[in-house]
Structures are given as C-alpha cells and as structure tokens.
C-alpha cells in the first residue's frame, strides 16, 4: 500500500488546513507573484486600462481567436453550435472545431459574459478576451495545486513544487505558448497534470472530493484541447493497472463515470470536431528541425529557451529523479511511476519534435512545458528532501540555511550576468501587442473608403512572420468587407488554397501565370481588389492590364491597393447577393441559365439548406480548388432564396 512521506520530511496533506499563517506566506506569496506577472502581461503602464478596453491583443494569433471567438459565440447563442459557415474568408469556409482549437477558451468566456458583437456597428469587443486570457492565465498555479494536493505532498513540498511550476509557466516554453495565443495548449498541459494528481487522490481518499476533481479535470481537458488529453490516458491506465486491484467494484465504477462523464459533457462539440476532421491539410510553411540530432543538438535546441533557462530544465529534471527515488522508497511506486512516465513521455515527444519533421509540423516540440510541469511535482520532493538531510548532517537549520547562501552566491559570482537576465523575466513579464497600429488603422479607413462588398479583396499574406502582423484576421469585424488571404498564413484547412503569399498565387508561382489564367482565378474568386507589397505580386499586377493602382502607403509595411474591372458572386445565371453572414446566404431576383444552373463564388459545404422548395443545391466540382463551390438548379426565376448551414448534417 502507498503511504505519505515521513512526518521528518514533509507533513501529510491531511496537516495543510492545521498549519499556522506563517507557512502558509510562502504559498501566498507564489499566488502573489504569479497575478503580478499576469497583469505585466498588458502593458509596462496603465495594465488594468488595457486590460479592461477593447483594444485586441494582436501577438501571435490571438487576433485569430477573438474573430473566431466571435463567430462562435454568437453561433453557440442563435444555433447551439460553435460551429458556422464563415463568407468572409476564402471564399466560405466552415469555422469548426477543427481549425483555430486556441479560439474554444475564448468563445467560453463570451458566453458566460454574455457579451459577443451581433451586428457588424458594434465593431470589436476584445475585453472579454483579454478577461478571459488573465483567467486561464491566474488558473496556472491553482490547477498546480490541485495537482500537488492529490499527489499527497506536503505544505513544504507542495510549495517548493508549485514554485518550479510557475518558473516554467513563465520560461520560454511557457511564455512561447502565451505570446502564440495557444492558451489551449497552456490549459490543457495543467488539465493533464491536474487529472494525473486527482487520480492519485482518488486512490488514496475515495470520495466526492477526488471524484469531482477527476470529472472537473476532465472536462477541462477534453474542452480546450482533446488530442493532448488523449496522451494522458495511457498514463492513466498505468496507474490504474497499479492501484485498481486495491478497490471494490463501487470504486472502479465511480471512476468510469467521472472519465466518460467528462467526455459526454463535451460531446456537443466533439461530435462537430470528428465530423469536420476530413477539412484539415498538412501544416503550411517551413518548420525548423535539427539538422543533426545528436546528444549536443538536442540539448542546446531552441526548445529548452536561453542557456539559463536549459540548466534550469536540466537541475529541475535532476530534482525530479531524486524526488521519484525518494516516493519510490517510500512505498509511492505507483505515483513515481505516473510523474516520472509523463515527465519521460512529453520531454520524448517534445525532443522528438524539434528533430523530426511529421512531428514539428504538428507542434510537438511546445509540449516541452508540460514535462516541465510533470517533473514539478517529485522536485519539489527532491528539494524537500534534500533540505531535510542538508538539516540532519549539519545538525542545525541555520547551518543549512547558511550552506545554501553560500551556493547561491557563489552561482551569482559564476554566473552574475546570465543568472540576472533569467531572474528579470520573473520580475515582470513582457507586455503583449495591445491594439492596431496608425498604420493598420490607417488601412481599415483605406479599405472602406476604396471598396465595397461587391467583390472579394485578395489579401497577400507576409513571408514573415512579424509580431502582429496577423491582425488582419480581424478585417472582416472592421471593415464589413470579404477577402482571399488574411486569415491565417498557416491555416491547415483546404479552404485556404486561393491565396497570395510568398510568391505565389494559389500554391503556383506568379510568374507561371498567364493573363488568361488570371482572369479565370479573379472571375472565379469575384476579386474586385488587391493589397500587396511583395516585388514579384507588384510586378505582376503591373503587366496584367486589367489591374489599376488606387493606392499606395509607403510606411513601416509598404503596400499596394489595386482595382480590378468590376465582378460578381455569381458565375452562372443571374442573382443579387444581398447579404452574407454566419447565419445565411440570401439572395434575389434568381434567374438560372439555359441548364437550370446558378453558380456562386462561395464554398459549398455538407449540411447547406435552401428555404426554397423550387430551388435544390448541389455541389460544383472545381478543376484547381480542392473545395467545391455551390450549385443551385431551379427550373425558372424565383424572387428570393435563402441558404442555411446546419453543421453535422
């Protein structure tokens, strides 16, 4: 049976609540700490002014899950599903689960704000969003200690633990995944470790307690983030097959129903996650792999941050070897044996991800931070543990103390400047993109000056990958208008194939294209407008006739604005667009052509309805765009159609 560390190494957690205030200043002191980080997050000044307005966080691709948030929430509220047909990107494509997992977190906290843009003058409401990003990031440390209360550990190791873990949250590993807007990923690597610490609770304290933190970690995990909650199933029966034979049937089945309630409460929206997997496509643009994977490249990979942040990893997994022997010893076998297998597991994948290119493409490399956390917990017993001998050799805790000072700074005379810089970062965090530029403002007022929603705005996505450069996933909410490009240079959905990007026009060369082939693409696409800045997309509009320059912004982005001959939504027969929303298609005045056929510049997608009984849809098949488009056949004019999308249908 397992039992909790001796009383000379750590109390027992059941002693936490009887602990005076004086120990419990150190744990107080870590939350302390870690709310104050948080906050630096928005800003060197005025933090709470930028917390709370509604200017976006434009980092990474947190502007892509505040557009996606949108669209969301406001589905969630008028159909019950997260899912909806979004017009304005791409000539239509479904807004799933599949694609953008980092905007799931953010569409919880519009609806339980009840706050979401409805109409198009209500323009952007990034507060929620930020909210929500200070939450997720303040629920680090308690998921934490969730984790180090159902491991057992004590007030000492517990703190010493959860000290570590928040060091990691903000290291390079963790603060990547921040600054990327993958708070998804963060969440759900503080599920799983969570998850792992509840199910050591519920082995040694069966009860309503441990089960809720089972089920509650579950459905955290399952929500933000179900591919990474998946790896901790084998974890999980590891430690099952440990520790099961140890309980009645009553036991066995209380845990059944907390994993599978977990995962029926998310069924809502993993049934949309399974049924739209077949959009997704390998992962766009360059990803860095290792040339060589030895011992040395590996260890002084880009994964692990600075070189003090990579010794850091490198005592951390140490302790965590000492704190393993230490629960090893101690009749803790099975508990051992599920941190030391995560700790293992993810640093593998994490490793294996920086030197292996199917798994850097699916971004293995960032779960680094999770092993990080995993090897948390047994160095915090391994500290613990090797403060209490350090005591028992001297035969004082002063002399301990003492010894430890003297480490400490002869480490600050070894390595004074190195170890300053990786102690500033935790004195506050670097602040994140807050809010749009002069310059892109500037192109918002340009773009609904000089356009209409007529036609499509062909929008060439950067070669590089600039801090805030993917603000243009909010261009739909600011200027009412509908693009090719502009969402997400690394979109990894098959929708995304009409694009303007590194030289190229739809996955060819620019130079390869032929005014012929040009006017099929921009009269299949309706584009009435081109942004660009790149020579080769500007020499190329300049030879193609039909292309006249409006507009040209020389600044920090130079780019240009040219205007196409004017086109239509329509390819075959005749209609007017009215409106295209998440909601529906509508048009009017339809009239088919000699086959009976209307044709549209839109996406067709599984599910799509028309509420006219004349009128049936069908799919057009495309020769290059690996989307079909929509067909509509009717036997003679109608006044007025509506098209609705209904996912999983």
Same mark, same amino acid.
């Given at each position: ?31 302390? #700490? ?7 997050? *928005? ?50 494509? +479904? ?10 977190? $953010?569409?919880?906290?519009?609806? /339980? ?7 198009? $003058? ?50 390079? +590993? ?36 441990? #089960?809720?933190?089972?089920?509650? $970690? ?47 409460? %998310?069924?809502?929206?993993? /049934? ?42 490198? @005592? ?22 599920? *941190? ?42 391994? /500290? ?14 002063? !002399? ?28 506050? =965090? ?58 997400? +240079? ?22 390869? #294209? ?44 130079? !780019? ?9 939504? @329509? ?23 000699? %086959?009976? %056929?209307?044709?549209? =510049? ?48």
């Amino acid at each position: 049976m397992e039992r909790t560390l001796p009383l000379r190494t750590e109390r027992t957690a059941a002693a936490w609540l009887g602990t005076g205030l004086v120990c419990w200043l150190p744990l107080l002191g870590l939350l302390t #700490w870690h709310g104050w980080l948080t906050l630096t997050l *928005f800003g060197a000044e005025n933090r709470w002014q930028q917390l709370l307005d509604n200017r976006p966080v434009v980092s990474g691709r947190h502007a892509l899950h505040l557009y996606h948030a949108t669209l969301g929430a406001q589905a969630r509220r008028e159909r019950g599903s997260f899912s909806c047909f979004d017009p304005a990107f791409q000539a239509g494509y +479904p807004k799933t689960p599949v694609f953008d997992a980092g905007a799931r977190p $953010a569409e919880l906290f519009f609806l /339980l704000t009840g706050k979401a843009p409805r109409s198009q $003058a209500e323009s952007l409401l990034a507060a929620p969003y930020k909210i929500g990003l200070a939450i997720g990031c303040l629920a680090a440390p308690l998921l934490l200690l969730a984790a180090v209360r159902g491991a057992g550990l004590g007030l000492g190791a517990g703190t010493l633990a959860l000290a570590a873990g928040i060091l990691v949250c903000w290291g390079t +590993p963790g603060r990547q995944l921040l600054e990327a807007g993958d708070l998804d990923l963060f969440l759900a690597g503080l599920a799983v470790v969570s998850g792992a610490g509840m199910l050591i609770f519920f082995h040694r304290a069966p009860g309503f307690r441990s #089960w809720l933190g089972i089920f509650a $970690a579950g459905c955290l995990g399952w929500f933000v983030q179900p591919l990474l909650f998946v790896l901790l199933l084998p974890l999980a029966l590891v430690y099952y097959s440990s520790v099961g034979c140890k309980h009645r049937l009553a036991w066995h089945v209380a845990l059944l129903f907390a994993v599978g309630g977990a995962f029926a409460v %998310n069924c809502f929206w993993l /049934l949309d996650w399974l049924a739209y997997w077949w959009i997704r496509s390998p992962l766009q643009g360059d990803v860095f792999v290792l040339a060589h994977r030895t011992f040395h490249t590996l260890w002084e990979a880009p994964v692990w941050g600075e070189p003090c942040e990579r010794f850091f990893a490198g @005592v951390l997994l140490l302790l965590a070897v000492v704190g393993l022997y230490v629960l090893n010893e101690n009749q803790q076998r099975a508990t051992a044996r599920l *941190f030391g297998l995560g700790a293992v597991g993810f640093s593998v994948l994490a490793l294996a991800g920086a030197g292996w290119e199917p798994l850097a493409r699916l971004g293995a490399s960032r779960l680094l931070v999770v092993a990080l956390w995993f090897a948390a917990l047994p160095a915090g017993v391994g /500290l613990a543990q090797l403060a209490c001998l350090s005591v028992r050799l001297l035969r004082s805790p002063l !002399r301990a103390a003492a010894l430890a000072s003297c480490l400490a700074c002869a480490l600050c005379l070894v390595a004074g400047k190195s170890l300053g810089g990786f102690m500033s970062r935790y004195l506050a =965090s670097t602040p994140l993109l807050i809010g749009l530029t002069a310059e892109q403002l500037g192109w918002v007022k340009a773009l609904q000056e000089n356009t209409t929603t007529e036609a499509r705005i062909l929008w060439e996505e950067d070669a590089d990958d600039q801090p805030g450069s993917r603000w243009t996933a909010l261009l739909p909410l600011l200027t009412d208008r509908y693009y090719l490009g502009g969402l997400d +240079p690394q979109a990894s959905i098959e929708h995304g194939y009409a694009c303007l990007g590194r030289h190229c026009l739809a996955d060819r060369p620019l130079e390869s #294209w032929s005014e012929a082939e040009l006017n099929d693409f921009y009269r299949r696409y309706n584009v009435g407008w081109i942004v660009c800045r790149s020579p080769a997309a500007l020499a190329c509009l300049k030879s193609y006739p039909e292309a006249q320059p409006i507009l040209f912004v020389h600044a920090g982005e130079p !780019r240009y604005l040219f205007e196409l001959k004017s086109r239509s939504f @329509v390819l075959r027969g005749q209609a007017r667009l009215l409106e295209a929303t998440t909601s529906h298609i509508a048009l009017a005045d339809l009239v088919p052509d000699k %086959n009976g %056929n209307i044709v549209l =510049s839109m996406h067709y997608q599984p599910g799509m309805r028309v509420s006219c009984a004349r009128v049936q849809i069908e799919r057009e098949s495309d020769p290059h765009d690996p989307v079909d488009f929509i067909r509509l056949r009717l036997q003679g004019p109608v006044a007025r159609a509506t098209i609705t999308w209904q996912p999983g249908r």
